[in-house]
């Protein structure tokens, strides 16, 4: 095992994933040369849909961070950031960003054309902190972008009233008089349903597909996930419910003829946290002894349906739970998560990577170690490491704690 | 006909031997160095010679520890969870917990009723705590290993290191030195900080009596004593704690051997 490396992939759909990034590359910079305003935002919330209805490019800073990791620039950009001053301790993607918008960024050759500059730039004051922080630093480093300084409680998904909703839906308002001043591009309402739909409908089929993986053999194991791309950047668009369906259509059939990454399924495993995106190879790793990892924490991370007649309120609703989901704004929500896709998945140990650049999403796993064998029997691991930085991994210390667990499953299944 | 275990550990390397009854025939202790590949292999032909035991009477060799993957000649590989678990129960049958401090990880491990690994918790991937740890410490206090349990236990005063980062804990100890701190109330106070390290790691398994404590550490006196107050009972000790891995190794290679004929 190497201490970077690809996954090895087995669903046909991936090579069709390759296309659709490097489409999406390329769209944002083709976007760029046309004189479309760009606009840069953070993730999982329901801004995406309002920027594709307006036909504003979206650009996600926090998704060039894994493609940064998958192509080994990562170390440049956290030199960059280093060199001026962030501490190593801060998150990953905050170090990449900033790193690389300071460095790479002005040079050429960089890989899928790398990112065009932003007209716009979505601030948000709320998710976790880095995220807040990365793009006041970005303010200071694109200061012609028009800012919009975006805000949302922070509240647990289950106690979400409906003056949180008013004021999301306030929000969302907002936001599209926003853009329709700086861009002066008028929001058609027929398009937002069109572009909700999409987004809904992509959320449907994210679910069905995960649901084929609760077959025994599963049809496609956390090497995959990348298929997550389309819901991270694609929202809203046919080309994700494209891509999703022929993910979904592979799926189906595989089940239907019994056919799982593995032929000799022992191990169901779950992965708890982000993934390496420098070493997404580790989930091939458990294959060697008869271990699959199944689901993971983002399994259940896309599953917010849309109410297509009332899109407005549908996006306030998804800008509201979507982060809280997958964090700790909640660790109630996010054990019983846990707890819930480990039951439907039929998983017989979990792997809780407790990720030195995330705080947010590590901070519950004692709570999920403990409820996972109070409530299901399930034992876990926790492992060290970082979702971005490789230098914070330890490939010898993963591979005793890992396969000494997957020994310890293999002999109380046996 | 024989059964080897080998454990490359990130500082030293281990080979039992076990004849076909399971009694240890030889054993061979050493450093493993910049080569786990080399240190295992010369780990193997010394414990061959120091038993009198020609290579083709072995049957199947278990590797275990960090260079476990580098034995080219091993039969099979088990980690050293697995292997400290069976080496200890074996020495001492009524072991439920195992606490193993190693040259770079710490564990406790908790095993069932049938000897099996039930849970584990190991150290971050800090090696602060570990025998690393002792290493360093012994050489900023300019004392043997095999010194520092018995000096310790003269200690008069209590005082703390707090740093959790060996290199920080370094230059506590180096400060201390420089205020003409007695020795032995410093490395007290090192095996506290080891002991203070390795307790939510026996919370997170939870101790349950017999304990065992393998690995090289538990040659320390101190800090055996110190394990032995937090746990609030008795710690078995093997006489050679450092082998165990290997043994346990050496058990598993009889037991494949077993299955596959």
């Known amino acids: 095992m190497e201490k970077t490396g690809k996954s090895r992939k087995r669903l046909r759909a991936a090579k ?30 329901g801004a995406i849909e309002i920027f594709y209805a ?95 300084p975006a805000d949302l409680p ?32 008028k929001l058609d309402q027929d398009r937002l349903k069109e572009v909700v739909k999409l987004s809904d409908r992509s959320c449907e089929l994210w679910d069905e597909i995960m649901t084929y993986r609760r077959r025994i053999p599963t049809p496609f194991s956390a090497a995959e996930i990348g298929i997550m791309f389309v819901m991270v950047t694609r ?51 458990f294959e060697g002894m008869g271990g699959v990892v199944v689901a993971e924490t983002y399994s259940s991370a896309w599953s917010l349906r849309l109410d297509v007649n009332r899109p407005i309120e549908a996006l306030a609703l998804k800008s509201l739970k979507s ?7 909640s660790v109630d929500k996010r054990v019983e998560m846990v707890i819930k896709a480990c039951k439907e998945y039929s998983i017989d140990g979990a792997i809780l990577h407790r990720n030195k650049s995330c705080l947010p999403i590590t901070l519950g796993q004692m709570d999920i170690k403990r409820a996972l064998e109070a409530e299901l029997g399930i034992p876990s691991i926790v492992i060290d490491a970082d979702h971005m930085d490789s230098r914070n991994f330890s490939v010898e210390q993963f591979r005793t704690r890992v396969d000494a667990f997957m020994e310890m499953l293999l002999a109380r299944k046996s | 006909m024989y059964f080897v275990g080998i454990d490359v550990g990130s500082l030293s390397t281990e080979t039992v031997i076990l004849d076909h009854a399971g009694a240890v025939v030889s054993y061979h202790i050493s450093s493993t160095g910049a080569n786990s590949r080399t240190a295992g292999e010369k780990s193997f032909a010394a414990a061959l010679a120091s038993g009198g035991i020609a290579q083709s009477e072995v049957n199947f060799t278990v590797a275990t520890g960090y260079g476990r993957v580098s034995i080219p000649f091993a039969d099979k590989t088990v980690t050293e969870i697995t292997c400290h678990a069976r080496g200890a129960v074996h020495l001492f049958p009524a072991t439920q917990t195992i606490i193993d401090v190693g040259g770079q990880d710490s564990k406790v491990i908790s095993v069932s009723q049938d000897g099996k690994v039930a849970d584990f918790s190991m150290n971050d991937k800090c090696a602060a705590g570990t025998g690393r740890f002792l290493e360093v410490m012994a050489r900023a206090l300019e004392i043997g290993l095999d010194r520092m349990g018995p000096l310790s236990m003269r200690s008069t005063r209590d005082i703390s290191i707090s740093s959790m ?10 400060s201390l030195v420089a205020r003409a701190t007695p020795k032995e109330d410093i490395l007290n106070a090192i095996h506290q900080s080891i002991c203070n390290r390795l307790a939510p790691l026996m919370d997170a398994v939870g101790i349950r009596m017999e304990v065992t404590m393998t690995g090289g550490v538990a040659k320390n006196t101190g800090i055996v004593e110190k394990i032995r107050e937090k746990v609030g009972g008795r710690i078995n000790v093997p006489e050679e704690p450092q082998i165990v891995g290997a043994l346990g190794a050496a058990l598993i290679a009889r037991d494949m051997s077993a299955h596959a004929q």
């Open chain 1, 54 to 148: 307006m036909d504003i490019q979206p650009v996600f800073p926090e998704n060039w961070s894994p493609i940064c990791a998958a192509f080994g620039l990562a170390e440049r950009n956290f030199e960059v950031a280093e060199g001026m001053g962030y501490s190593r301790d801060l998150c990953g993607y905050m170090r990449n960003i900033i790193g690389y918008v300071h460095g790479l960024m002005k040079e050429e050759g960089t890989p899928l054309g790398g990112l065009p500059e932003p007209d716009i730039l979505l601030s948000p004051g709320g998710g976790c902190v880095p995220v807040i922080k990365i793009f006041q630093a970005l303010e200071r480093r694109f200061p012609n972008a028009k800012v919009y």
């Open chain 2, 165 to 174: 980062c060996t290199v920080f804990a370094e230059s506590e100890v180096i």
């Open chain 1, 16 to 45: 069709e994933l390759n296309r659709v990034v490097t489409e999406y590359y390329v769209e944002c910079g083709r976007a760029k040369a046309e004189g479309k305003p760009v606009g840069w935002m953070p993730p999982m919330n």
């Open chain 1, 323 to 329: 982060y809280p989901m997958v964090s700790c704004v």
């Open chain 1, 235 to 285: 929202q809203g668009t046919q080309t994700a419910v494209d891509f999703l369906t022929t993910v979904r259509d592979e799926v189906k059939e595989k089940s239907a003829q019994g056919l799982g990454v593995l032929e000799q399924e022992k191990i169901r495993l779950f992965w708890d946290n982000i993934p390496l995106w420098y070493n997404m190879g580790l989930f091939n790793h």
């Open chain 1, 154 to 185: 922070q509240v647990p998904t289950e106690e979400i009233r409906q003056h949180h909703v008013d004021y999301a839906i306030a929000e969302i308002h907002r936001l599209i008089d926003f853009l329709s001043q700086a861009t002066g591009r």
